[in-house]
């Protein structure tokens, strides 16, 4: 049998962007902070694909939420500097 279920499990193992709508593959991180609702150091992280950075960092930025904007792998690489 030829289940479509194996295709949507293999989707959800790639990060996709968190942009309404979109299923494009995630390259970026967005770390942001809302400091009404979180501690300084917390930090919420959001998806995006290349069409949909400037989008959402720019949502996020207008608010003064946005703390960084790295790639996904910088982001998942043990040597970076968000510890
Ligand atoms: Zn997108």
């Keep these: 049998m030829n289940s479509p279920e194996s295709v949507a499990e293999n989707a959800a193992e790639a990060p996709v962007c968190s942009a309404k709508g979109c ?3 995630a ?3 967005l770390a942001w902070n809302n400091p009404k609702l979180h501690t300084p150091e917390r930090r919420k992280t959001w998806l995006a694909c290349d069409g949909h950075r400037e989008h959402l ?7 003064g939420f946005l703390k960084d904007v790295v790639t996904l792998a910088e982001w998942e690489s043990p040597d970076s500097p968000h510890a």
């Design 57 to 63: 960092s720019s949502f996020l930025g207008v608010r």
């Design 27 to 29: 390259v970026w991180v």
């Design 23 to 25: 299923r494009a593959d």
